[in-house]
T-cell receptor, first 114, second 114 residues
Framework: AQKITQTQPGMFVQEKEAVTLDCTYD???????LFWYKQPSSGEMIFLIY??????QNATEGRYSLNFQKARKSANLVISASQLGDSAMYFC???????????FGTGTSLTVIP | EAGVVQSPRYKIIEKKQPVAFWCNPI?????LYWYRQNLGQGPELLIR????????DSQLPKDRFSAERLKGVDSTLKIQPAELGDSAVYLC????????????FGSGTRLTVV
């Protein structure tokens, strides 16, 4: 079974609008971390946001927020006020404890339209 | 602070030739990872080091791939001989032992085997 599932191969959003990128995960470990990374065309993976499995509140980092629904095992990324520079691939990832295994999804390509 | 440095940035080789990639992690990061990212997919772990010890190399194709991190700092990943299917981006990342900020990735080496 896939550890991380991203069902949206590509998404389009109008500039200044909000967009939600979906991510579901599969683990039986009670302690885990969820991450989102941005990969622009240059290839570098840029860390965006982290959510711990025991965190009570949804994580937020500037225009990024993580909609964490533990019972549904989903960790959707919300980008508010989209900018042209947000156009990139976005990867959801999970790290289980112990063992420090780190799994990535297949990614979602986001295009921001002027 | 310098990020994770990888070289070369691009490499084109003929099949059956050897190739090596180099990674210098962030100073103080004891954990180092090599990932392979095929086109249109998420990164997949090849090997993880804790200091100079390879603690997870289960996904490393050991018949042709090798890696080393002799002094627990820089690391080299080698392929010998390369095959057409090895064409991918090879990403290096580093982190503190249990960082909630995820990994810091390098810019990657884009390998093309012709």
């Amino acid at each position: 079974a896939q550890k991380i599932t991203q069902t949206q191969p590509g998404m389009f959003v109008q500039e200044k609008e909000a967009v939600t990128l979906d991510c579901t995960y599969d683990t039986s470990d009670p302690s885990y971390g969820l991450f989102w990374y941005k990969q622009p065309s240059s290839g570098e993976m840029i860390f965006l946001i982290y959510q711990g499995s025991y965190d009570q509140q949804n994580a937020t980092e500037g225009r990024y927020s993580l909609n964490f629904q533990k019972a549904r095992k989903s960790a959707n990324l919300v980008i508010s006020a989209s900018q042209l520079g947000d156009s990139a691939m976005y990867f959801c990832a999970m790290r289980e404890h112990p063992g420090n295994q780190f799994y990535f999804g297949t990614g979602t390509s986001l295009t921001v339209i002027p | 602070e310098a990020g994770v440095v990888q070289s070369p940035r691009y490499k084109i080789i003929e099949k059956k030739q050897p190739v090596a990639f180099w990674c210098n992690p962030i100073s103080g990061h004891n954990t180092l990872y090599w990932y392979r990212q095929n086109l249109g997919q998420g990164p997949e772990l090849l090997i993880r080091y804790e200091n100079e010890e390879a603690v997870d190399d289960s996904q490393l194709p050991k018949d042709r791939f090798s890696a080393e991190r002799l002094k627990g700092v820089d690391s080299t990943l080698k392929i010998q001989p390369a095959e057409l299917g090895d064409s991918a981006v090879y990403l290096c990342a580093s982190s503190l032992a249990d960082s909630s900020t995820g990994y810091t990735f390098g810019s990657g080496t884009r390998l093309t085997v012709v």
